[in-house]
């Protein structure tokens, strides 16, 4: 494109005052230019000017240049400050490991952190970090780490990872003290926010948080839960009813003559829990246990939860405009269906005359509390209340599996327990001791959330489990590696619930019991913990009260996959025999 202009000379602006200048500069007319923006560039007809250096004349800065002619106008842009596009590949092919060389030199040899422990690579940029965490080992990794290098691990190069049970109280705790300047560490943003995406009262802050918490607080208390009981056990029963129907209809074809038939009980489980929140969350399920299958509502957020850690990957590495672009576009018609799907079930459930004990009511009543933070609230009480209940199930499932002693000893306290399965309710599973030790050592082994929930340590630093950490450190308890480590506890790969049944005794002195934290603790802990282990000891205590469960594949060591925040679990098929009709 040229520039077409008239004009007789050029005049040397250097020699003039800055109000002749302004006065005398020359003018060009072009329509790509607006009037009282025209002005001489160094570019005219028939010649091509070199740019001296620019003058700024006025408030409306305006450039005028002292100019001198070279030679004819070829383009517009003369080529001499044309970017030589060759040079500049070569002068970044030259910085960029020039750049990446220093900061590893940084990172590794003069970082606040550098005194800490952990694998070299990990200290030198997030790539590491973000490679693990994307094929889903990082925890796996961080364990090991920890049985290496100590109770302290770097694991990136702003990120320490403890396993002390004091660290608990530290990073997720009150803080207090002339030292506290602020009075909980603040969630790391690399973790908890995604941009664009709005605030959950997992991440929210601490006053809407504080908010949120006490307008759910009454859904979940011992009252609320004993009105609930006719809500889960109608589910539980459910479930009970759908498995015996498949033993019935559906008999193991490898083992013909009876009743027995395989199923994938982590499906069930995830089913079952699906349907209790739901309920309890919009007051109507998702027929995913009526149906057996997947409503398109949960299909989604599984699909979603599980893209969490590659979105955080991006994120950690620099790509936070590709995380934005997938969730605003790529994904923009699942987002749309989702809220969709959800606003109308808080709609439904919202139109309801008569008070219900849920888990919405709360938020229903409080006031100023719009329906988009309603339904953002319930989407997330759906994530926590359901899949983390699924996996602590299947896991203690597969655990009892594998050692029938501790199966057998399960079996035995559930039937002598009840005569009848209407017996076992809520508040009557609260007396079976071994079970609730089954749980806990199954949450040790295969906790629902196996690495960390970072915090940033705030300004002026902290001590955390006696180790003083600089200010805007990353800090977690990586749980997976807190609880099999032999500083913890004895046997730390070993499937032992009686080591829960000695703990408050002299018999057992070598485990670090306080160290156990699956509901994490502090002001920002899981508010569903009691709900989530009372449904746990229904489902589990009905399912060994109605059926003889086997492992259908007992070569397969299920419990080791990958975990990309939650874990990414595996078909879990076991054989179940009806033993009463």
Known sequence: MRLDADISEVTSLSEKSPRTKAAQAPRISHPCLKQQDQTAIGLFRGSRYSIIHPVFVGSSRLPYFKCKRIGPLETMIPPYIEPNVLGLVKLTAVLLPIYLLGHAVYNLFFHPLRRFPGPRLQHISYHAYAYRLSRGTLAHDVAKWHRQYGPVVRISPDQLSFIEPDAWKDICGHRTGSKANVDE???????????????????????????LRRSLAHGFSDRSMRLQEPIIGSYVDLLIRRLKERCHSEPAADRPGGLTTRQDIKTWYNWTTFDVIGDLAFGEPFDCLEKAEYHPWVDNMNKTTKSFGAF???????FHWLVTAILKYGLSKTREDHMRRTMAKIERRASLTVERPDLIEGLLQLKGLGKEQIRITAGTLIIA?????ATLLSGVTYLLLKNPEKLARLNEEVRSAFNDDNEITLMS?????????????????????????????????ASIAGTYVPENTVVSVWQMAAYQNEQNFHEP???????????????????????????????????????????????????????????????????????????????LDIYLTPVRP
């Open 185 to 211: 560490m603040p969630k790391w943003p690399g973790f908890y926010t995604v941009n664009g995406r709005p605030r959950t009262i997992i991440n929210e802050t601490k006053e809407n948080h504080a908010v």
């Open 312 to 318: 955080m990957a991006l994120k950690l590495v620099g």
């Open 385 to 389: 209340g359901s899949e983390t209940t």
């Open 429 to 461: 599973v609260a007396n079976l001791p071994y079970m609730l030790a089954c749980l806990d050592e199954a949450a040790r082994l295969y906790p629902p959330v196996a690495g960390g929930t970072p915090r940033v340590v705030p300004a002026g630093g």
């Open 493 to 571: 790969f070993s499937f032992k619930p009686e080591r829960f049944i000695e703990r408050n005794s002299k018999v057992n002195t070598r485990d670090r019991f306080e160290v156990l934290q699956p509901f994490s603790v502090g002001p920002r802990n899981c508010i569903g913990r009691n709900l989530a282990y009372a449904e746990m000891r229904l489902i589990l205590a009905k399912i060994l009260f109605n059926f003889d469960i086997e492992l259908a594949d007992k070569e397969k060591d299920w419990i080791d996959h990958k975990s990309y925040v939650l874990w990414d679990k595996p078909a």
